[in-house]
């Protein structure tokens, strides 16, 4: 073995090994150091008390709003949450009264914040126009098809569940809050959702509500 090591060959090839098992150790450490670190574990607890300290009055226990225009948050998911936080705080979605809270929020009350509302059990909403109501399912579940616009049911579900870390939740919410959010896509005074600004830009004032109070029926 020591002879065959001796050989010109042989310490070409064992030097360039060598090379090769350093360059990889050497990426793998670097790799290792530019990774992001993990985000930390979201604690509902915490987030319990700054929403109750600063979030209640509005947006109800639990997050089960009693005010129209004030949004349903109980079991949202968090990061759809936390995501309008955030952009409530950068300003890419404009809100007086929310960015101004939102900007003594640390990334990690967002989190937890966002992380307590998901595990609250929202309240059941209702229609309150059979018309309006079966124009708005109609709508929801196949969209409308000569005017391009999609079914509202592919991304936030039948049952308007929505889809964890994608899009919201849906059933229950106030046709109120529903329709000025739908209106404000439309307006393009929202402008924190390209999707949604192309969607609503299509819809008139009867579809908007009667979508919304379709959707405030959805359990």
């Known amino acids: 073995m020591v002879e065959l090591l001796n050989t010109p060959n042989a310490m070409t090839l064992f030097a360039r090994l060598l090379l090769s098992v350093a360059l990889a150790a050497s990426f793998s450490l670097v ?45 949202q998911h968090p990061e759809y949450l936390a995501k309008q936080l955030a952009e409530f705080k950068s300003g890419k979605r404009a809100n007086a009264i929310m960015s101004g809270l939102a900007a003594g929020l640390s990334d990690d009350d967002m989190r937890n914040v966002a992380a307590y509302l998901s595990s609250t059990k929202a309240k059941p909403g209702f229609a309150k126009d059979k018309e309006l109501a079966t124009l708005g399912e109609k709508i929801y579940r196949g969209g409308i098809a000569d005017r391009q616009i999609p079914a509202c049911a592919g991304c936030h579900s039948p049952t308007g569940a929505g889809i964890p870390s994608q899009y919201p939740r849906l059933s229950g919410q106030h046709a109120d809050y529903t329709v000025s959010q739908l209106t404000q896509f439309r307006d393009g005074v929202r402008k924190n959702s390209l999707q949604m600004n192309q969607v609503a830009a299509k819809l008139n004032d009867r579809e908007i509500k009667a979508l919304a109070d379709y959707m405030a029926g959805l359990n």
């Open 31 to 75: 790799h290792a150091e530019g990774a992001a670190p993990a985000a930390p574990k979201a604690d509902p607890a915490k987030g319990a008390a700054v929403y109750n300290g600063m979030c209640s009055s509005c947006h109800g226990a639990d997050g089960n709003s009693g005010a129209p225009l004030y949004p349903k948050l109980s079991q």
